[in-house]
Antibody, heavy 120, light 106 residues
Framework: QVHLQESGPGLVKPAQTLSLTCTVS??????????WGWVRQYPGKGLEWLGYIFYNGSPYYNPSLKGRLSISTDRSAKSFSLNLRSVSAADTAVYFCVRAHKLELFFDAWGQGTLVTVSS | DIQMTQSPSSLSASVGDRVTITCRASQSISAFLSWYQQKPGKAPKALIYAASSLQSGVPSRFSGSGSETDFTLTINDLQPEDFATYYC?????????FGGGTKVEN
């Protein structure tokens, strides 16, 4: 059964770049049945899909992020990454890495989540 | 973006009850609807996908129904471990969007 684990700093300063990595174990991102991506959850509880990527294809991003987001894969290391530029306090959230079923587009595997706080 | 509206936002129930949660999409999403359960401090867990298909390992007391814009999650014979927050999510069109959640409390 696939296992996802997020890693990265828990505190980022305003205007800087938030960078997270998701390591995939007991599985591989080299699959044609799933996308790999990110979802965040605000302190109030709302969930927001950020984007995902196919192992050998183009990424899909939520337009709400206004071009600040990039997602990339590292097939050799069995991981994928998120970079969110020009962060503000509004980006403070718990960030989950996820696996999305390619046909049904639901999230069938989640990392445990990592809290990222944007503050000076 | 497709807006997903859940109701109620919270409900009170007891062990053994039948619980029903509804989710409405702002436009037709066919059957591209999934349901998740989330407990405090944990990641959401998929329960239902394609509106009515039970995710592997999920107890059969959970069921989903609906199509187009109106969907329902039903929990039969509510168990102590079912007290949690439930979310719907549409997979019909990017950006994928979630409902606001329904907290099932004792």
């Amino acid at each position: 059964q696939v296992h996802l684990q997020e890693s990265g700093p828990g505190l980022v300063k305003p205007a800087q770049t938030l960078s997270l990595t998701c390591t995939v174990s007991a599985g591989s991102i080299n699959t044609d049945s799933h996308y790999w991506g990110w979802v965040r959850q605000y302190p109030g509880k709302g969930l927001e899909w950020l984007g995902y990527i196919f192992y050998n294809g183009s990424p899909y991003y939520n337009p709400s992020l206004k071009g600040r987001l990039s997602i990339s894969t590292d097939r050799s290391a069995k991981s994928f990454s998120l970079n969110l530029r020009s962060v503000s306090a509004a980006d403070t959230a718990v960030y989950f890495c996820v696996r999305a079923h390619k046909l049904e587009l639901f999230f069938d595997a989640w990392g445990q989540g990592t809290l990222v706080t944007v503050s000076s | 973006d497709i807006q997903m509206t859940q109701s109620p936002s919270s409900l009170s129930a007891s062990v053994g009850d039948r619980v029903t949660i509804t989710c409405r999409a702002s436009q037709s999403i066919s059957a591209f609807l999934s349901w998740y359960q989330q407990k405090p401090g944990k990641a959401p867990k998929a329960l239902i996908y394609a509106a009515s298909s039970l995710q592997s390992g999920v107890p059969s007391r959970f069921s989903g129904s609906g199509s187009e814009t109106d969907f329902t999650l039903t929990i039969n014979d509510l168990q102590p471990e079912d007290f949690a927050t439930y979310y719907c999510q549409q997979g019909y069109r990017v950006p994928l969007t979630f409902g606001g959640g329904t907290k099932v409390e004792n």
